[in-house]
């Protein structure tokens, strides 16, 4: 298996260590305590421009990727910059007995040696966040050294990862290690690289074949995890007598017509009916129910500015519909679709209720409640809050197919907009948002909207999910969604912002979200 970015930090940079140094991971539902606690002030800061950084020392639980035990203390030091992030020049902004590794200004980087270092001997080189190394291995894992440039399997004088004998795979294939070239980030055969390596460094033309194959033959060792040898004049003379450049002659441009099966088909337009029971037409409130609304606006654009570095948050050039069904099939804790479960396992409605983990595939079943009201049924407390999340999303998903090129929400005269003078698109998604639930609208629906303005905008639907809560035995008479410190968090964050018009804790728990969310992978390109 490749080293990818999201193998090597997304362990590190989990949400199981946000707010590091602080008890209350920085759920704080005491004003007065969240001001005193040092970690989460250091957090918040607005960013500073020198290199001074504060370490904070935490025993929080061990992570796979670490190899170390799933809910065992690690005891580890980390260094922060006020209002930034992982941040150390003078060393490992993360140090461990197990681990160190080098961040500047809560990217991965160092440039004077590895940025990740295992006490095995193992390391890999990050440069700007990218694994990348100017010459030399990049990685060296327990299964196999990798070559790589700004974050792509790239070698030009050589195999870009040779397979470890101990490694995972070595045998997978047949005897002998596995090894494979590749020129930025593209998979090609030896005699490709070659060519390109060896029309590089002499007068052969990289299409004489038979100069090149004769060059390899007199200039390389047989063994084909080696580097390629050093390319002699005489050899190269010898190769072009026997195998001279041939003048090709100049192609002329022949203009084609471009097979229309082949062009991209654009998805059929849907429509949104404006009479829908959850159409915003119908629910949006008043434009004058506008508030001022309180939250920590820097806070948030530092993590959504974080999370785009680290490549775990970032716009696509993908189809809307792409965007929307990024993760098709997957399923929450709840055992229904995971943006759906998200919503709930957060709602006090269903919290309260509470349902015994055995029944729960009989209550919420996404086959028989849609026919229950298409025959006017009652709905079950909890059937009815499922239903309103998951025809919350399926609507949110037809308006956002049905928008104008260039529009990002419905505009409804007199009724509440998008405050357009925030540039990022998220967090103007989810003030708007804010400002609804503020007025009345219910916080599913209302987050759904959100959604649809972040899509928008080319990133992809992501769920309102937070944290790692303690893994719990299974137990039939479990009763689920169970109370967790993000639940009692995000019902503060409601009643403040119903009854205070503070938004510092919805706003705080979006962007913890959106920073390094659940699913989403850490990049290499």
């Known amino acids: ?137 990049a990685v060296d894992n327990a299964d196999a050294t990798e070559y790589r440039a700004y974050g792509r399997l790239h070698r030009e004088d050589g195999p870009a990862r040779i397979e470890k004998p101990d490694g995972a795979g070595y045998h997978r294939y047949g005897p002998g290690p596995r090894i494979s070239w590749h020129l930025r980030g593209t998979s090609l055969v030896r005699a490709d690289v070659w060519a390109q390596w060896a029309a590089a460094q002499t007068p052969i033309e990289v299409h004489n074949s038979p100069a090149l194959e004769f060059l390899d033959m007199t200039t390389n060792d047989p063994d084909q995890d080696a580097p390629f040898g050093t390319i002699f004049d005489y050899n190269v003379d010898l190769a072009l007598v026997m195998n001279p450049n ?126 229950k009201v298409a025959n006017n049924q009652t709905l079950t407390p909890p059937e009815r809050r499922y239903w309103l999340a998951h025809s919350a999303h399926e609507y949110a998903r037809t308006l956002a197919l049905s928008l104008p090129q260039g529009h990002e929400f419905p505009v409804v005269a007199d009724r509440l907009t998008p405050d357009v003078t925030i540039s990022c698109a998220i967090e103007r998604g989810f003030e708007f948002a804010a400002q609804a639930i503020a007025a009345g609208v219910d916080d599913i629906v209302a987050k759904s909207w959100a959604t649809v303005i972040i899509t928008a905008a080319g990133y992809k639907r992501i769920a309102f999910k937070w944290g790692v809560e303690p893994a719990q035995e299974y137990d039939r008479d479990l009763v689920v969604p169970a109370t967790t410190r993000t639940s009692d968090y995000y019902a503060r964050a409601l009643e403040d912002l119903r009854v205070r018009s503070d938004a510092t804790r919805f706003m705080d728990l979006a962007s913890r979200c959106y920073r390094l969310s659940s699913g989403a992978a850490l990049t290499d390109g």
């Open 1 to 137: 298996m490749r080293a990818t970015t999201q193998e090597l930090l997304g362990g590190l940079l989990s949400t199981r260590f946000d707010a590091f140094g602080c008890e209350r991971r920085g759920i704080h539902l005491d004003d007065q305590e969240r001001v005193e606690c040092v970690p989460c002030t250091v957090e918040s800061a607005t960013p500073v421009r020198s290199d001074v950084s504060v370490a904070f020392n935490d025993d929080r639980g061990g992570i796979a990727e670490l190899a170390l035990p799933p809910s065992g203390p690690w005891p580890h030091t980390r260094y922060f910059k006020a209002g930034v992030g992982l941040h150390r020049t003078d060393g490992p902004a993360i140090e461990s007995d197990e681990i160190r590794a080098w961040f500047v200004d809560g990217v991965c980087h160092r440039t004077d040696g590895p940025a990740l270092e295992w006490n095995d001997g193992h390391f890999a080189w990050f440069q700007e966040g990218r694994l990348h190394r100017d010459r030399g291995v």
């Open 246 to 371: 041939i003048e090709w002659p100049e192609e002329s441009t022949i203009a084609t017509e471009t097979d229309s099966d082949d062009q991209d088909e654009a998805a059929p337009k849907l429509t949104a009916d404006p009479e829908h029971l959850l159409a915003p037409h119908r629910l949006l409130p008043a434009a004058a129910l506008r508030r001022e609304l309180t939250y920590d606006a820097p806070s948030f654009r530092r993590r959504i500015a974080e999370g785009e570095r680290l490549g775990s948050l970032r716009k696509v050039d993908t189809r809307l519909n792409d965007r929307w069904n990024a993760w098709p099939g997957a399923r929450g804790s709840l055992r229904v679709d995971h943006m759906v479960s998200a919503d709930l396992e957060l709602d006090r409605d269903m919290i309260d209720f509470g349902l015994p983990l055995f029944k729960l595939h009989r209550v919420l079943n996404e086959r028989r409640i849609p026919e």
